[in-house]
């Protein structure tokens, strides 16, 4: 039986920041496709509107690539090369990966993550407003949250929005809706089928719903590369595609040649 190889911890370090891209300085001047590149080798990109030198989506992509047009980000996910979607937190990601996050969330991340639970709530309590306001989306088009005006007070509960933007979330969290676009980081939605066959329309894309044991060999597969080095009870976080891992979960994959461990001293 071979033994496991020991690692220092600055090569774990090495090995995690080369994996998130950020060993080397960019060896050119950003273009429009590296965004996409850098969500995509990434899989997730956080959506935060802390907003101190840049909100956060922007900083993070300026880490990675220098000096880039900002609005290259709008661009992409209203071209459909991008889509949102909740992953560990709201998120980028490719739209190549847009059949593994519908089908998550539809078969597994309600029972999880606390926007499903609160969007199941919201359809529940609020039939009634949700379903019009679905029905105002599908006969007008595209809706921003500033479109309706709010009509009680200074509002409370989810982060103090006005009833519309949580029922707009609630939808889009239910795979109803999707984001069309932003406008001054501000999300569009739009009905999901439409979002979709705009990207249709300049990406190809697989939109086949992957089998259970598919989509978690490509969340737990996905994280490891994306992370360069883990424990294992760390990977199921990144996607928040499930539980915390025991080290023998991943046994298979070691078996397969597709992840190596490893020890690091200390």
């Known amino acids: 039986m071979t033994s496991t190889p020991r690692i220092t ?10 994996a998130q891209g950020l060993a080397a300085p960019p060896k050119r001047r950003a273009r429009k496709a590296d965004v996409a590149a850098a969500i995509a080798r990434m899989r997730v990109l956080q959506i ?8 956060s989506p ?18 992409l996910l209203a071209d459909g090369a991008l889509f949102e979607c909740w992953a560990h937190e ?24 606390w926007a499903m639970r609160i969007a199941e709530r919201a359809r529940s309590e609020h039939a009634d407003g ?9 006969a007008s088009g595209p809706v921003k949250s500033s479109d309706f005006e709010r009509s009680e007070g200074s509002g409370g509960g989810w982060w ?4 519309e933007k949580r029922w707009l979330e609630a939808l889009f969290a239910l795979g109803e809706l999707m984001i069309a ?29 992957p089998t259970t044991p598919d989509a978690r060999r490509a969340f737990e597969l ?3 590369r994306a992370l360069g080095i883990t424990q294992a009870r760390w990977i199921n976080d990144y996607f928040r595609s499930g539980g915390k891992l025991k080290d023998a979960a991943l046994d298979e994959y070691v078996e397969r040649g597709e992840l190596a461990r490893v020890d690091v001293d200390g």
């Open 90 to 113: 709201a998120c980028f990601a490719p739209i190549a990966d847009f059949a593994l996050h519908r089908e998550h969330a539809r078969h597994d991340a309600r029972l999880k993550h």
């Open 48 to 55: 935060d509107t802390i907003h101190v030198v840049a909100r």
């Open 58 to 75: 922007y900083l993070v992509l300026f880490s990675r690539l220098g000096a880039y047009q900002q609005q290259w980000l709008d661009e």
């Open 222 to 224: 996905g994280a490891v």
């Open 130 to 138: 949700v379903q019009a306001l679905l029905a105002h989306v599908r």
């Open 181 to 209: 676009r932003r406008e001054n980081f501000q999300r569009v939605y739009d009905l999901s089928e439409r979002v979709l066959a705009n990207a249709r329309a300049r990406h190809a894309f697989d939109e086949r719903a």
């Open 160 to 163: 103090g929005w006005k009833n």
């Open 9 to 18: 911890p600055q090569q774990a370090r090495n090995l995690h920041v080369a």
